[in-house]
């Protein structure tokens, strides 16, 4: 697949929604309060004196402490009420019997900003949590904004100034465009300095802690509005106002800003012992992937890969699409990198005739042209030709970026084709990346020549592709999101329903269920409730043979294992066996269940069988799901997660998405599915789910046959769980 779009502008601020709290008075800090500093450096409430000490920040430093007349030459005063001014910001590190009314003390003093490093709260469990709540009702009273508490502090790289403790807050580092924030202090401080040994540099760096007032998301919105950050990186366990991902990063791809994320662990909240479908093929991790990947944030899984991912999306060139040119000066190498290119997403086309044809003239006849093109190590001592052969590649109307694999060329050679490199690229505003790995010594020149030139090279084959990939998932992000940025989403409100289900203690049955489903304008089977074995005859006469037969129940979800389902009804005998079996099976299987009746229901011809369903997550809001349906769904797992509300366009990016479209597309000859109408389908449940948030806690449509195109869709089983307050 190939997509064409121009990147989008910087946005201006007034072009996007402004950050709900304003972090400059911490990161542009003229002045610092210390609450109970410490002149000891091994102590946490010393070391940040000590580092400002040491990193000679200019500002004006208040240490807070009774105990002290002076510390490291600043005056030390005895309380916050004692302090000449109010500070930008204020370090609390005392006890945590102390923190609640040391933080009282700065919001009666008017101190805005403040940084709880104490542990003991809510990681200590119940009681640490009554403490925690404490403080936020505090910061919420005098409108503080509170980061922590149990987070390691701050660093402000353009500023040249840290307030917080531990080694790490003591060093220098790279200045850059990069602003971080992470949930764990200790980690998070050392991918900073893996990121910072690995060339890239930083503008601010953020520990939050318990995040009690204060979430990675809040910084991470007003990062985006900084001028100064070029970057967002995260290190997370889990978010608690997990809602706004899709909306934080869309606002990075507005502002051009990509948003690398490594998130870890999986999130309690999102588990439920459900009886749907929905619950058991979904779980936290599932809903952050798709939230990622609904706002084109860029998840990472290793210092190392966040290190190449973000320095090529820190490269000024963009890709228009994923069409990748391979040259290299060893074949080995170039069919490495294709190897690789093939599970991200990158084509690696055939180059157009014409370019062809003169690469033909200008290179020995031993060379490889089919992409990847293999120049030989024989083009090092031929100046023109090199610069001509990667002009010609990387200027291909085929081509959307170009790999350059130098191999191991050193010395002076190596230098060479560096700079032959660097010229290439700068004369595009094509991606160029290069894998090349030397002796630094004799080939620094060539390495700063890279440098100057803007053009990410990386140790190995395999990590420019990691590179080449960032380019394309931010780009196509960037396109996705003007794709659908004219669409609205479809909006329903049913308002007899919202007070139907805020009613229900139990979940409603199939008939029932669908009854909902009908009422939003979703496809249901023609069918009827019986309640004895005439009535089923009856019923069965009025549908037209063949029909099922299902136990109706809240108590039983799962029919086909209480032996509550039987199919392919063809007369009026079958039908009366039928209905006895079936009750009998079913109190069998659940004597203590309540019993509707038995449901007859049209027999579905034709068609494919797929899954829809919708999840109220704790975190994240409503959720939807579509994959292969059937018996197997669980097993086979091939589903599609989107956090809601949703555009028809990104519920037809769903379908597209499982491995089993080509069965609706017309694989092997069978008729293509009805794909606009299960669409449309997804787009009203969706609207549904808006609707009943408060209502519903998980629904089923299990399974949704999707007939051959033109004849629509239609619900054949459903289950809806309401939300038990």
């Not at 290119?341 to 690696?348: D, N, S």
Request: proline fraction near 6%; glycine fraction near 8%.
């Amino acid at each position: 697949m190939t997509t064409s779009t121009n990147n989008f502008p910087p946005v201006h601020k007034g072009a996007i929604r402004l950050a709900a709290k304003d972090f400059s008075p911490m990161f542009h800090a003229r002045s610092i309060a210390v609450i109970g500093a410490s002149p000891t450096p091994t102590k946490p409430s010393g070391q940040p004196l000590l580092h400002l000490k040491n990193m000679g920040y200019t500002g004006k430093v208040y240490p807070v402490n009774p105990r002290y007349d002076n510390v490291r030459g600043w005056p030390c005063y005895p309380d916050v009420a004692a302090l000449p001014e109010v500070p930008d910001v204020a370090l609390i590190a005392v006890s945590a019997e102390q923190v609640a009314f040391q933080l009282a003390e700065c919001g009666r003093k008017g101190v805005t900003h403040v940084i709880v490093i104490t542990s003991g709260f809510s990681e200590m469990g119940q009681g640490g949590e009554a403490a925690q709540a404490e403080l936020v009702a505090l910061a919420r009273e005098h409108g503080i904004t509170l980061v922590g508490p149990n987070c390691q502090g701050m660093i402000s790289v353009g500023r040249g100034f840290s307030l917080g403790f531990g080694a790490p807050y003591g060093f220098q580092y790279n200045k850059g465009p990069i602003s971080m924030t992470s949930q764990s202090g200790a980690w998070g401080n050392t991918v900073m300095l893996l990121a910072n040994a690995a060339g890239l540099g930083f503008q601010n760096y953020q520990s939050t802690g318990n995040e009690a007032a204060t979430t990675s998301l809040d910084l991470v919105d007003w990062y985006l509005d900084d001028p100064e950050t070029g970057m967002v990186v995260s290190y997370v366990e889990g978010f608690k106002d997990a809602h706004r991902v899709v909306e934080i990063g869309r606002k990075a791809l507005a502002a051009n800003k990509p948003y690398l994320l490594w998130k870890v662990g999986s999130s309690e909240a999102g588990a439920r012992a459900a009886a749907s479908h929905t619950a058991n093929l979904g779980g936290a991790m599932a809903l952050y992937r798709a939230a990622f990947r609904q706002s084109g944030i860029i998840e990472v899984a290793d210092a190392n890969e966040l290190a190449d991912r973000a320095q090529a999306l820190l490269s000024p060139r963009k890709p228009k699409g994923n069409r990748v040119a391979v040259v290299t000066l060893s074949g080995g190498a170039g069919v490495l990198m294709a190897d690789h290119c093939a599970p991200a997403g990158l084509e690696l086309p055939e180059l157009s005739p014409a370019t062809l044809a003169r690469l033909k003239e200008i290179l020995p006849p031993y060379a490889g042209l089919n992409n990847p093109i293999d120049l030989t190590g024989n083009i090092a001592a031929r100046q023109e030709n090199m610069i001509e052969a990667l002009r010609l590649v990387v200027n291909d109307p085929l081509v959307d970026m170009m790999g350059v694999c130098l191999a191991a060329a050193s010395g002076p050679a190596g230098i060479q084709l560096a700079q032959w490199v660097a010229e290439v690229a700068g004369s595009t505003d094509k991606p160029v990346l290069v894998a090349w790995v030397a002796i630094q010594a004799t080939t620094q020149a060539g390495y700063d020549a890279l440098a100057q030139a803007k053009v990410p090279r990386y140790d190995t084959p395999v990590r420019c592709v990691l590179g080449m990939d960032a380019l394309w998932r931010f780009a196509k992000a960037q396109a996705d999101c003007l794709r659908i940025a004219g669409e609205p989403a479809v909006r329903l409100h049913r308002p007899k329903q919202q007070k139907m289900l805020a009613e229900q203690q139990r979940d409603l049955s199939e008939y029932r269920a669908k009854q909902v489903l009908a009422d939003y304008g979703i496809a249901v089977t023609p069918e009827a409730l019986a309640t004895s074995a005439d009535d089923a005859v009856k019923q069965a006469r009025t549908i037209g043979f063949p029909v099922a037969l299902k136990i109706m129940s809240p108590d039983i979800p799962h029919k086909t294992e209480a032996g509550g389902v039987r199919i392919g009804l063809t007369d009026e005998p079958s039908v009366r066996q039928a209905y006895s079996e079936i009750l009998a099976s079913a109190k069998h299987h659940a004597p203590e269940a309540m019993m509707e009746g038995v449901l007859v229901q049209a027999m579905v011809q034709g068609g494919t069988e797929v899954i829809l369903g919708i999840t109220n997550d704790p975190l994240f809001g409503p959720a939807i799901m579509f994959g292969l349906g059937g018996i197997f769904a669980e097993v086979m797992k091939d589903v599609s997660f989107r956090i809601l509300p949703i555009t028809r366009i990104e519920a037809l990016d769903m379908v597209r998405e499982i491995k089993a479209f080509p069965i609706l597309d017309g694989a092997r000859g069978r008729p293509k599915a009805d794909v606009d109408a299960l669409v449309d389908t997804i787009v009203k449940l969706a609207a549904l789910a808006i609707d009943l948030k408060d209502q519903v806690a998980e629904i089923d449509i299990n399974p949704l046959f999707v007939l051959p195109q033109g004849r629509g869709v239609m619900a054949a089983d459903a289950l809806i769980k309401p939300r038990v307050k």
